[in-house]
């Protein structure tokens, strides 16, 4: 029989495995299924619909199911709302808003740790494995894949994608898509390859050295992006992991390929040019204060 604190407050149409430990002053309302072992530390608010995979834990303040920060989404709008895996790690004050479409939710995979903090916007997708360090946050429609890792306090666009064994340096904004086995580094700018990640992944030396050649001769430059995929399928024909890299690119989303090191990033020269505009005699009007 599950284990409820007495100040817990569950809906009728909660569904509980038989060992689920739920601890005070937590709230689950609506269609909620906590499979096998999934505890609520406390103060942990629940709303569905709602899946939890056995053996996740959920720490206080998570709030997991609410209606996503969408304006177009009204109260009572149907929702396919979050489905999260298997032994995850939920800790203080991590949010995950439902989805705003009604077939697919909002998604968490297996052996996911969000630390203290992060955001999983509406229909947004993490894989497996996957790392959320402190304060990062992954806005609506955006998706990580397996294996990846995002520092601290780093902010994804909406619809950008984070390839498979990525990793994001702390405090970078990410409006671009990053490829898989990719390192980004400040400001929508790729600078390197995830050496360490591929090599406790357990990844071959040979399959690594192929990515880094993929890395250094096709995105680490300027490339057309027709010229981007025909190098690395050419490059991928040995090589499993740079064939995952072609398909990720050929597989475009509504962002582009984050930019190779030292080229500007989107908007600079836009900003640079704001920057060096001064106003003429002509756009100061009569009654400015000088």
Same mark, same amino acid.
Request: glycine share 10%; net charge neutral; charged share 20%.
């Given at each position: 029989?599950?284990?409820?604190?007495?100040?817990?407050?569950?809906?009728?149409?909660?569904?509980?495995?038989?060992?689920?430990?739920?601890?005070?002053?937590?709230?689950?309302?609506?269609?909620?299924?906590?499979?096998? %072992?999934?505890? *609520? +530390?406390?103060?942990?608010?629940?709303? !569905?619909? /709602?899946?939890?995979?056995? &053996?996740?834990?959920?720490? #206080?303040?998570?709030?997991?199911?609410?209606?996503?920060?969408?304006?177009?989404?009204?109260?009572?709008?149907?929702?396919?709302?979050?489905?999260?895996?298997?032994?995850?790690?939920?800790?203080?004050?991590?949010?995950?808003?439902?989805?705003?479409?009604?077939?697919?939710?909002?998604?968490?995979?297996?052996?996911?740790?969000?630390?203290?903090?992060?955001?999983?916007?509406?229909?947004?997708?993490?894989?497996?494995?996957?790392?959320?360090?402190?304060?990062?946050?992954?806005?609506?429609?955006?998706?990580?894949?397996?294996?990846?890792?995002?520092? %601290?306090?780093? *902010? +994804?666009?909406?619809?950008?994608?984070? !390839?498979? /064994?990525?990793?994001?340096? &702390?405090?970078?904004?990410? #409006?671009?898509?990053?490829?898989?086995?990719?390192?980004?580094?400040?400001?929508?700018?790729?600078?390197?390859?995830?050496?360490?990640?591929?090599?406790?992944?357990?990844?071959?030396?040979?399959?690594?050295?192929?990515?880094?050649?993929?890395?250094?001769?096709?995105?680490?430059?300027?490339?057309?992006?027709?010229?981007?995929?025909?190098?690395?399928?050419?490059?991928?024909?040995?090589?499993?992991?740079?064939?995952?890299?072609?398909?990720?690119?050929?597989?475009?989303?509504?962002?582009?390929?984050?930019?190779?090191?030292?080229?500007?990033?989107? %908007?600079?020269?836009?900003?640079?040019?704001?920057?060096?505009?001064?106003p003429d005699a002509s756009d100061v009007s009569d009654d400015a204060v000088v």
């Amino acid at each position: 029989m599950a284990k409820v604190h007495p100040t817990a407050i569950i809906g009728p149409e909660a569904d509980l495995a038989p060992d689920v430990s739920i601890g005070p002053w937590c709230i689950v309302e609506g269609r909620v299924r906590l499979g096998a %072992g999934v505890t *609520l +530390v406390a103060h942990v608010h629940l709303c !569905g619909p /709602l899946e939890i995979g056995a &053996g996740t834990t959920l720490y #206080p303040g998570a709030c997991i199911g609410l209606p996503p920060q969408d304006v177009k989404f009204k109260p009572g709008d149907p929702t396919a709302g979050v489905v999260i895996g298997a032994k995850c790690i939920i800790r203080e004050h991590v949010t995950v808003h439902a989805a705003t479409k009604v077939d697919v939710p909002t998604r968490v995979g297996d052996n996911v740790f969000m630390m203290v903090n992060t955001h999983l916007g509406h229909d947004a997708r993490v894989g497996n494995r996957v790392v959320l360090v402190n304060n990062t946050a992954l806005a609506g429609h955006s998706s990580v894949d397996d294996q990846a890792t995002l520092s %601290g306090a780093v *902010l +994804v666009h909406q619809f950008t994608r984070i !390839g498979r /064994l990525a990793f994001i340096s &702390g405090g970078a904004p990410v #409006p671009s898509d990053v490829p898989p086995f990719c390192v980004s580094a400040g400001r929508d700018s790729l600078a390197g390859i995830n050496r360490v990640g591929m090599r406790r992944a357990g990844m071959e030396r040979a399959e690594i050295d192929a990515v880094w050649h993929a890395f250094r001769t096709l995105l680490a430059r300027t490339t057309p992006r027709d010229e981007l995929i025909a190098g690395l399928d050419a490059i991928g024909e040995s090589s499993p992991a740079v064939h995952e890299m072609a398909a990720f690119v050929r597989a475009a989303g509504r962002r582009s390929i984050m930019a190779p090191p030292g080229r500007p990033p989107a %908007g600079f020269f836009q900003w640079l040019k704001a920057a060096r505009w001064k106003p003429d005699a002509s756009d100061v009007s009569d009654d400015a204060v000088v």
